[in-house]
């Protein structure tokens, strides 16, 4: 997957965001494994990627499949981000950012007007990037994650 360690110092690279296809889960389900504490089971990401079709999409420098972003479209108005993940490798070069904004334009195209996640109180970097892009913290969940640790739920009214 990630054997061109040339673009890994290179800040030239070129990011293409598309859909995920099957053929990606493996590459999503090892993004997946490197970036959460308890990752989403391998059955449940394929899942996703049949229920979510456009919802759900891929970030790519020179053919590597390096982030991904995924989410529902909830009683027809919220857009659910249900997990967006970098490679360890490719953070802090704005491919979350890219990721999230092309989510957001997906999501008005189904007409939906808010945007909702949750994230673990510990990301600060999370909690920041999610606060640049226009999202308002709402309300604690205690012990939301299986560790104990509580969630932040975020907002965006899209315009």
């Known amino acids: ?34 970036s959460f504490k308890d990752p989403y089971p391998i059955e449940l990401l394929k899942s996703l990627i049949i229920m979510s079709q456009d919802m759900f999409l891929v970030a790519e420098i020179n053919g590597n499949l390096i982030g991904y972003v995924v989410s529902l479209i909830r009683r027809g108005y919220i857009c659910h981000i249900l997990s967006i993940a970098v490679h360890p490798n490719y953070r802090r070069r704005g491919i979350a ?3 999230m904004v092309s989510i957001e334009k997906e999501a ?3 007409n939906a007007f808010l945007m909702r996640l949750e994230v673990r109180a510990s990301n600060c970097a999370a909690i920041n990037l999610y606060k640049k892009l ?10 939301y994650y299986r560790d104990g640790e509580s969630a932040i739920v975020m907002f965006k009214l899209l315009k």
């Open 108 to 110: 008005k195209k189904h």
């Open 1 to 34: 997957m990630l054997n061109d360690r040339k673009s890994l110092n290179d800040h030239s690279f070129s990011v293409t965001i598309r859909r995920a296809k099957m053929n990606d889960i493996m590459y999503i389900f090892r993004i997946e494994l490197l």
């Open 134 to 143: 226009g999202f308002s913290e709402s309300y604690i969940i205690p012990k």
């Open 97 to 99: 950012t890219k990721l």
